[in-house]
């Protein structure tokens, strides 16, 4: 059987919470980590654009589908529909966050202020009160995908320049994945990036 491997820019960006699950799963992957798209890249990519998830002759992009593919391959999107369902709604919401900081980049100043002063803080009160009720972000009694996405963006956060003061649940969940033996040591070992 082949290595998986996953092709993205070097940096954190969309490809992070895909690292993350493939690590905590003990996969072994190839992290093809590239500057720019090239021509003869972009001719392999069903999209045109990173990143992009070989397992086999299987070729995938987007990184949601992406991590909800590894997910279900291997039994860790939840044992319930509901436990499915919750996660893959926390992970859409994360994206929205997400999606919000990165268009605001290019905006006045004031559209970064009101992502800090409103965009932000709706989804960590939202997450933080959910964290209040479950010790995983799908509920359930295991780890879930979304568990390691949902780590990946707030780590991302700070890089972003976002901070997130008074959410002591979500320090308190970042804090716990982050002591994971296997992400604690991918951490460690990651490079730093401009994103």
Known sequence: ?????????????????????????????????????????RATLPYGQLPVYKDGDFTLAQSASITRYI???????????????????????????????????????????????????KFLAIWEKNLEKNQFVAGG????????????????????GYEFEGYPKIKEFQARIASIPQIKSYIEKRPVTKF
């Open 71 to 121: 997910a279900a391959k291997n039994n860790f999107d939840g044992k319930t529909f509901e436990e499915r369902a919750t996660a893959d709604s926390i992970n859409e919401s994360l994206w929205d966050l997400l999606r919000a900081i990165f268009k605001a980049r290019d905006q006045p100043e004031a559209e970064k202020e009101k992502v800090k002063a409103v965009v932000l803080p």
């Open 141 to 160: 009694d295991a780890l879930t995908y979304v568990d390691l996405t949902f780590f990946g963006a707030i780590d991302y956060l700070p890089q972003l």
């Open 1 to 41: 059987m082949s290595t998986p491997s996953l092709t993205y820019f070097n940096g954190r960006g969309l490809a992070e919470s895909i690292r993350l699950i493939l690590t905590y799963l003990n996969i072994e992957f190839q992290d093809n980590r590239v500057e720019s798209i090239t021509d003869e890249l």
